[in-house]
């Protein structure tokens, strides 16, 4: 069992700034990618940022270099670091944890329970 938990997010007006954590725990073996969502009502969830056991990262097509994604493996813990934010970036921001549980039997994907971002003009 592998809980995924996410911290830091909050109201905020147009040109702040945001910084989101997650921190994974329990029967964790190995993470192999921790990455960052967000879904806003009658949309499908979309692909922030990700970030691989490596280090190497990928970030959403619709993104300009306002959102950096980092990682803390010791802690087994990523950031979504939002700067410059705009209204449009007003959702409910869900983390994503892949990874093998510990004893390397079981694959895990699991998610948190989301943290509301809301962005005023």
């Known amino acids: 069992q592998v809980q995924v938990v996410e911290s830091g997010g909050g109201s905020v007006q147009a040109g702040g700034s945001l910084r989101l954590s997650c921190a994974a725990s329990?029967?964790?073996?190995?993470?192999?990618?921790m990455g960052w969502y967000r879904q806003t009502p009658g949309n499908e969830r979309e692909m922030i940022a990700s970030?691989?056991?490596?280090?190497?990262?990928n970030y959403g097509y619709f993104l300009t270099g306002r959102f950096t994604i980092s990682r803390d493996s010791a802690k087994n813990t990523v950031y979504l670091q939002m700067n410059s934010l705009k209204p449009e970036d007003t959702a409910v921001y869900y983390c994503?944890?892949?990874?093998?549980?510990?004893?390397?039997?079981?694959?895990?994907?699991?998610w948190g329970q989301g943290t509301q971002v809301t962005v005023s003009s």
């Open positions: 970030i691989r056991s490596d280090g190497g990262t």
């Open positions: 994503n944890v892949k990874g093998i549980t510990f004893g390397g039997i079981w694959k895990f994907d699991d």
């Open positions: 329990g029967s964790i073996g190995r993470i192999d990618t």
